[in-house]
């Protein structure tokens, strides 16, 4: 559930994003459009691919945290402890994903550096 | 996304303190944390009667109560005289994380910088910890189990203890900028100012949940400082 509505914002974002994005970026040149087009897509694709990870993960976990509670309902309040514990690391390694990728919709500070390292025209 | 309205912003320009309120509205929130906690241990302390206790004494008992029963449960016996440390963590992150709930307050666990001092204090008070207990005794935990190996294990570990850090930081800051985004959004596209509302139990429960991690593994980075190395 947790991980759905962390997919739901990703996806929001990017598609709020998106729509900016175009317009600001075609002021600036050909090539900065293309260095724009290439971060968005990268950026949608990079969560996409946490959360799918994420979910199996969890998925996983619950089955044999339910699996646990079957055999022995007296354990089922440490199983439960262990069960949120193990989620919440789990999760955690999907919202690194997702901090990364507001990162590079919202703040990429080596952005201009970078691209008049590399001969790009970004201005 | 533009900027929205806090009260304390609002407040320090009356004061003409507007533009460091401005800069750092989560220091501002944070100091709003402090002094409802303040408060709210002055008023609890005030009402304790020792032989029939009140309404708040039962409350606060429970909840001081229960975190020494579970911090000692994973720490040991030994492990007693650390817990206020990670139970005030504990207290502080969920006020912080739920203030981000309400409308005019911003939550000051949304900001890179309160999450990296919490979880430096965290971390480095689980080392000093085992250095008291152990001594000198104590990089018998970074070696790992083999001796000849040290040389290969020692900086594995020094690495591993940084990145304890940086992923306290980064999971609490992640949640709590996801839970905000997703109340922004609501509010912006919906254009209803009720329109979170539904999410709320969804978000309070995500509140909860990562302030009990945040005390989970500080309990737990103590605990493994105080046992006897492998």
């Not at chain 1, 690391?89 to 990364?100: A, G, H, N």
Request: net charge neutral.
């Amino acid at each position: 559930m947790r991980t759905k509505v962390a997919l739901l914002a990703g996806a929001l974002v990017l598609a709020l994003t998106n729509l900016a994005l175009a317009q600001e970026a075609a002021a600036v040149g050909p090539t900065g459009l293309k260095f724009f087009i290439t971060t968005v897509f990268v950026a949608g694709f990079g969560i996409a691919i946490a959360a799918f990870g994420g979910s199996l993960g969890q998925g996983w976990g619950l089955k044999s945290a339910v699996e646990g509670i079957a055999r022995n309902p007296e354990a089922s309040g440490k199983i439960t402890v262990t069960l949120l514990i193990g989620l919440a690391m789990i999760e955690s390694l999907v919202i690194y994903t997702l901090v990364v990728e507001l990162i590079l919709l919202y703040a990429y500070p080596m952005a201009k550096p970078l691209a008049k390292f590399v001969g790009l025209e970004v201005g | 996304m533009e900027h929205p309205i806090l009260f304390m912003t609002v407040l320090f320009e009356k004061i003409g303190l507007g533009e460091f309120a401005h800069h750092y509205p989560q220091l501002v929130n944070s100091w709003l944390a402090m002094i409802i906690l303040i408060l709210m241990a002055i008023w609890a302390k005030s009402s304790i009667r020792p032989l029939v206790p009140t309404k708040v004494q039962n409350v606060w008992e429970l909840i001081i109560g229960g975190l020494e029963e579970f911090t000692v449960d994973i720490t040991g016996e030994e492990g007693r005289p650390y817990y206020p440390l990670v139970a005030t963590l504990f207290i502080y992150i969920f006020l912080c994380n739920v203030m981000g709930l309400a409308p005019g307050l911003m939550a000051p666990t949304a900001n890179l910088n309160t999450n990296l001092s919490m979880a430096v204090v965290g971390v480095i008070f689980a080392e000093f910890v085992g250095l008291k207990k152990h001594g000198a005794k104590y990089i018998r935990h970074y070696t790992g189990p083999i001796l000849p190996l040290a040389i290969l294990f020692i900086p594995i570990e020094i690495i591993g203890r940084l990145a304890r850090i940086l992923s306290l930081t980064f999971r609490l800051f992640g949640n709590i900028v996801a839970k905000e985004l997703i109340i922004g959004l609501l509010i912006f596209l919906a254009g209803a100012y009720l329109a979170p509302v539904p999410l709320y139990f969804l978000f309070i429960l995500l509140c909860f949940i990562q302030a009990f991690i945040f005390y989970m593994l500080c309990t737990m980075y103590i605990a493994g400082a105080i046992e006897e190395a492998h």
